[in-house]
């Protein structure tokens, strides 16, 4: 092939970078590894991981649910998994229709009337929702409820710092874990950004928030990190949210130390050429035969450039195909069913914890599956100890975000811990909490 | 009535209709194990007021081989790398390794809670370090980060970081009258989106007729003072290597503002030259495309961040570094940026990227780049003499055609995409960059062989012929797929974007 286009030697295909660039040395890194030593060696290093092989009541924006074994069977498939994103409809079919069923199963969890194609992650979401309320309102500030995701909130900090966008906070109720006074909502505020369950696990009263947004005429933003929840809470939608956005990780995606999940971005009808990212649409063909393609393009960076809804791109395809998959195999009753017995099983769990000489579990909001606990010790080393004794991950030390919250800790429940797990989890705790 | 008869093709594959509407009520496809804890009315933990009351209304119900038909018919819809070449430029659609998936699912990884603590999580931690260590050694920039989750949202990044670089340098005063981005003509869309997203107006830089940045241009542009940066794409999107990339470099230092490099187009120089060394302080590389994560349909991808030392305070935290031989996440960087997504990243992806890195050791990262490069250049050899080449010099790892000389046939370029369907591959990326008219921009990538080089080739150039002899058969392709082009403009005129049932006939 070298000599038909006319060269001699491979180093002649770079005679256009200037000699002096040219790495003139090997490349440090390793030397081809076989199969047989590259999964030694990545097996190797799993098993430095004990966090992945612990009983785990873990949550705080990343859960351990159950996981049809259909899901990861449908995303292995090369025609999805191998395939780019649906720019030639003719031939992406399946992606586009796909995505559509897509679309369709968040706005009906949501509540909300069209839903885009998917956004990085929750976290990602909300920093384009709050850009989003921004062009939509033309205000600048924005109101966000103290319960939320710490994580959440600094990406959202980082998004808005050239945007001319001020960040107000509303700090969470000490008694409730709600939201609580809201005495900075006026007529400046862009939106009001409030998370239900919360970081610490309590629900939100979002249609009142809704109210109290509407009649300072800012929109409100609904942020779910727990997308379980919308099993069984009622759709923020429906509370009369403007913007809802989701971490959609608990349908179908694993913990994978944080990544890749999906973002889950829905809005009213009447923002939708306001939307960030891609969208997919019905259309047909002469013959009159149903597609689907992706559409309203002109909000997107490849036509708006600069003035684009977003600088979006790839986004994540195959994880919201997860999501789908998930989605349509639990269907309505099985979203119903391990949705309830999340709040079951944690409900079992708040009051054996909060009966425990010593414990508490301080917020008196209603709650969904993750709850604040106050021990009787530092959390951080009641946790460690749990661990390496029990072989018991029990949940998040708040101190990790709130260094002046030292004896709290956030405990997550779902429907794959058992009854002997929770049990055992409470009797860690208790032995634990006395030292 | 018409749209309600299902139209008979040749096989029910090509009629799966949307699961909402195989929905039947009381089927179900999953089983969980009874709730074994005792039960309180739900209205005892959550207030009723709180509770969901449209009892999850048009969610499907459908069993579990309904979805596995479902989905499986939908794929074979699909054309995909795994399927033939698929000669998208600029995406870089190399063959996604199986082995890279069987790392990704490792359970110790898989099921690792990102917000473990680090002494729980000592393994996973030490990929994202090694990677790290060898990303740096092939972009030859020190400072990392693998937080941003695709491309766009690593531009994002890398131009924050020169935001925030000027800002601390200049002062308050000083910096903001450097509030403008530089950005060629053939660049990405998604480079003057980002920009525009860390607060700089852009300005943009003419292209020779050789394709390459004007760098008269570039310095007329860079008396003003005003200048923050130059995003650039090198090699550029016509497939060229910025050959004065010293130079350019050279001319925005000088005027005080930093280099950002679209890492799009790094399937050209992994293991022959390195951005470090040409003068670029920041770049972000794209893991699903040099480094072979899966495209997904969409996603999900991986936008490291590379930058100088002097760039590096500014990175996102919590960066990954490793103390006293224990990894740990370190978050005392000041001037940082700040967080750019919740955890630590796409970390499946990641380890994808090791695994690929390791699969092919150093001698076989630099094979693959001249494998891809090669591969371009066999067929821009093969296609010039039937179609026009808009620039003479010899390219990189993609090449840029025109439909000139079809078009005087009123055959173009979106007409020679679709007949390539007919022909068995996926079209290459279309009326991109926007600077050459009907452009048809291929990237073959090292994942193909000569055969497959030569059939694309050859079913090319029947086109072309085609083209001359019987345009209309081009002009009206696809004719051998299971729809037809669908009209986009009346889907964006009344766009419809999600199912809903039909509306029951109400007597009023």
């Not at chain 1, 384009?128 to 994580?151: D, F, N, Q």
Request: with cysteine; aromatic share 6%; net charge negative.
């Amino acid at each position: 092939m070298l000599h038909q286009v006319g060269l001699t030697s491979a180093e002649e295909l770079f005679d256009s970078i200037p000699r002096d660039l040219r790495l003139t040395r090997d490349l440090n890194t390793t030397r081809a590894l076989s199969e047989i030593e590259l999964l030694a060696g990545f097996e190797q290093l799993a098993t430095r991981n004990p966090g992945a092989q612990r009983i785990s009541f873990l949550g705080a924006g990343a859960y351990q649910h159950y996981i049809p074994t259909i899901v990861d069977h449908i995303i292995s498939r090369s025609e999805f998994f191998t395939a780019y994103t649906p720019y030639q409809p003719e031939i992406s079919q399946g992606t586009l229709q796909a995505i559509f069923e897509f679309q369709t199963l968040v706005c009906q969890l949501t509540g909300m009337e069209v839903a885009n194609a998917s956004m990085y992650d929750g976290s990602t979401a909300l920093a384009e929702a709050v850009l989003m309320a921004e062009r939509v309102t033309k205000r600048s500030k924005i109101l966000v409820c103290g319960a939320i995701h710490p994580e959440y909130l600094e990406v959202i900090t980082t998004y808005v710092q050239h945007a001319g966008i001020e960040l107000l906070h509303a700090p969470a109720d000490t008694a409730t874990g709600q939201a609580g006074a809201l005495d900075l909502l006026d007529d400046k505020i862009a939106a009001l950004v409030v998370q239900s369950p919360n970081f610490f696990g309590c629900i939100e009263d979002v249609a009142a928030l809704a109210e109290k947004a509407h009649a300072a005429g800012a929109l409100l933003i609904v942020t779910v990190t727990e997308a379980m929840s919308l099993g069984l809470l009622k759709s923020p939608g429906a509370c009369g949210a403007d913007i809802v956005v989701a971490e959609g990780q608990s349908f179908g995606v694993p913990l994978s130390f944080g990544g890749p999940y999906v973002g889950l971005f829905a809005t009213r009808e009447k923002y939708a050429r306001q939307i960030p990212g891609r969208l997919v649409g019905e259309a047909y063909d002469k013959e009159g035969r149903r597609g689907y393609v992706l559409t309203l393009a002109t909000r997107e960076q490849h036509i708006r450039r600069e003035k684009a809804t977003s600088n979006i791109c790839t986004n994540e395809g195959l994880i919201a195909l997860a999501t789908t998959v998930y989605l349509e195999t639990m269907g309505r009753r099985g979203l119903q069913e391990a949705a309830a017995q999340c709040a079951q099983k944690a409900a079992y769990a708040a009051k054996r914890i909060g009966e425990l000489e010593g414990f508490s579990v301080p917020y008196t909001g209603a709650r969904f599956n993750e709850f604040v606990v106050r021990a009787p010790v530092d959390a951080k080393q009641l946790l460690a100890r749990l661990a390496s004794e029990s072989n018991i991950t029990g949940g998040l030390p708040l101190s990790r975000y709130y260094p002046d919250r030292p004896n709290e800790f956030l405990v997550c429940v779902t429907e794959v811990n058992s009854r002997g797990e929770i049990n055992a989890l409470v009797e860690g705790l208790a032995s634990q909490g006395k030292m | 009535m018409k749209s309600d008869i299902t139209k008979v093709t040749t096989h029910i594959n090509a009629n799966e209709a949307l699961i909402f509407e195989r929905s039947q009520p009381g089927r179900v496809g999953y089983r969980l194990p009874a709730l074994d804890v005792d039960e309180q009315p739900i209205g005892d933990i959550v207030p009723q007021k709180f509770l969901r009351d449209d009892d999850l209304e048009g969610v499907p119900e459908v069993s579990e081989v309904d979805v596995i038909r479902h989905f499986v018919r939908m794929s074979t819809w699909n054309y995909s790398i795994d399927q033939g070449m698929y000669p998208l430029g600029s995406c870089t659609m190399k063959y996604n390794s199986r082995l890279n998936e069987k790392v990704a699912r490792i359970p110790g990884f898989a099921g690792l809670h990102p917000l473990s603590e680090a002494e729980d999580a000592q393994g996973a931690l030490q990929v994202i370090y090694e990677l790290q260590e060898d990303l740096t050694e092939i972009t030859g920039l020190p400072g990392i980060s693998l937080q941003p989750a695709a491309g766009a949202h690593g531009e994002m990044t890398g131009v924050m970081i020169i935001r925030a670089f000027i800002d601390a340098r200049d002062g308050e005063g000083g910096s903001a009258k450097r509030r403008t981005m530089l950005i060629p003509d053939s660049a990405h869309g998604t480079n003057p989106a980002s920009a525009h997203l860390s607060g700089f107006s852009v300005k943009t830089i003419r292209s020779t007729a050789e394709g390459l940045t004007d760098l008269d241009h570039l310095r007329e542009l860079c008396a003003g003072g005003d200048v923050a940066g130059l995003m650039l794409t090198n090699p550029n999107t016509l497939g060229l290597f910025e050959r004065n990339i010293q130079e350019i470099c050279s001319i925005v230092h000088h005027a005080g503002g930093l280099v950002y490099m679209d890492g799009a187009n790094m399937n050209a120089l992994v293991g022959v030259a390195r951005p470090g060394d040409m003068g670029v302080d920041v770049i972000h590389l794209n893991l699903h495309k040099t480094f072979s994560t899966p495209h997904g349909g969409g996603g999900p991808g991986c936008g490291p961040c590379c930058c100088t030392k002097e760039l590096e305070p500014f990175l996102p935290v919590p960066r990954i570094v490793k103390d006293a031989g224990q990894f740990k996440l370190d978050f005392s960087y000041p001037q940082s940026i700040g967080r750019v997504k919740a955890f630590l990243g796409n970390y499946g992806m990641m380890l994808r990227a090791l695994a690929y890195i390791q699969t092919h050791g150093n001698d076989g990262l630099r094979e693959a780049t001249e494998a891809a490069v090669l591969n371009a250049r066999y067929i821009a050899h093969g296609l010039t003499s039937d179609y026009e080449k808009p620039f003479n010099a010899p390219p990189m790892h993609e090449v840029v055609f025109t439909d000139k000389r079809q078009a005087r046939k009123g055959v173009h370029t979106l007409d020679i995409a679709k007949r390539l369907i007919d022909y068995g591959f996926h079209p290459m990326t279309i009326y991109f960059p926007l600077i050459v008219q009907g452009a048809m921009l291929i990237e073959p990538t090292e994942s193909v062989g000569r055969q497959e080089l030569d059939q694309f080739i050859d079913a090319m150039r029947a086109i072309a012929r085609e083209a001359q002899e019987d345009p209309e058969l081009v002009i009206n392709a696809p004719h051998d797929t299971r729809i037809g082009r669908l009209d986009e403009a009346a889907a964006a005129r009344k766009p419809v974007l999600r199912w809903k049932p039909k509306q029951v006939a109400t007597t009023a």
